[in-house]
């Protein structure tokens, strides 16, 4: 069955860790991307990726790192956590290519909270 | 570039009854708009989505959508809910030929016994 992995669920770490949070689809979608959610706010995209070592920043800013190495793998690290880290990250896919719809396929989520 | 109002963030009503959930949406040319569902602990799951044709478009789980070029708006309904609705909401809209997509704040809805 085709679908978007994220690991780990849920994840409480200490100021200053690095962390990677784990993204996977078996879709074959080209387009993958990282949202952070906050209760009560829309979704902000905060890295997307077209392909295999492409990356590109989102409308959020963010202390966060993506790569993009295999089509089907896209982890997201923090190189030193802090509170304001503290949020639930959404990886989602896509399709690119002519005539698609875009629709999205979401993940379902790392919650992370740095003490 | 396009953006996305949710016009309630939390809507309550009883089990059975009818509800609506209102979206406004921005945009200079031709949109896709969709509805996502968000169970607690868990990722955004799609509704339905309308890409063109018929205005009135059905969804999973008895929820359906009509869209309203005229009031650029996407208003999600269901004629009787269940407890099992209670969720949190999303509208988003994506400009064709554009992989961005925009979502709206959500709408939290509370169904009660």
């Known amino acids: 069955e085709a679908d978007i992995y994220q690991t780990p669920r849920y994840l409480v770490i200490g100021t200053g860790k690095k962390i990677t949070l784990e993204c996977s689809q078996t879709?074959?979608?080209?387009?993958m991307y990282w949202y952070q959610q906050d209760p009560g706010m829309e979704l902000h995209l905060i890295h997307y990726?077209?392909?295999?070592?492409?990356?590109e920043k989102g409308d959020l800013s963010s202390e966060s790192t993506v790569s993009r190495i295999r089509t089907e793998h896209f982890p997201l690290t923090l190189e030193s956590a802090r509170p304001s880290h503290t949020s639930q990250y959404l990886c989602a896919s896509s399709e690119w290519a002519s005539g698609s719809t875009y629709e999205q396929y979401f993940g379902p989520g790392t919650r992370l909270t740095v003490t | 570039a396009q953006s996305v109002t949710q016009l309630d963030s939390q809507v309550p009503v009883f089990e059975e009854a009818p509800v609506e959930l209102r979206c406004n949406y921005s945009s200079s040319v031709s949109v896709y708009l969709f509805w996502y569902v968000q169970y607690p602990n868990q990722g955004l799951q799609l509704l339905l989505k309308y890409l063109s044709g018929s205005t009135l478009v059905k969804g999973i789980n008895g929820f359906e959508a009509e869209f309203n070029k005229s009031q650029t708006s996407f208003h999600l309904r269901k004629p009787s809910v269940h407890i099992s609705d209670t969720a949190e909401y999303f509208c988003a809209v994506s400009v064709s030929g554009n992989n961005d997509m925009r979502f709206g704040a959500g709408t939290r809805l509370t169904v009660k016994p």
């Open positions: 990726s077209y392909g295999v070592n492409s990356t």
């Open positions: 879709m074959g979608h080209d387009k």
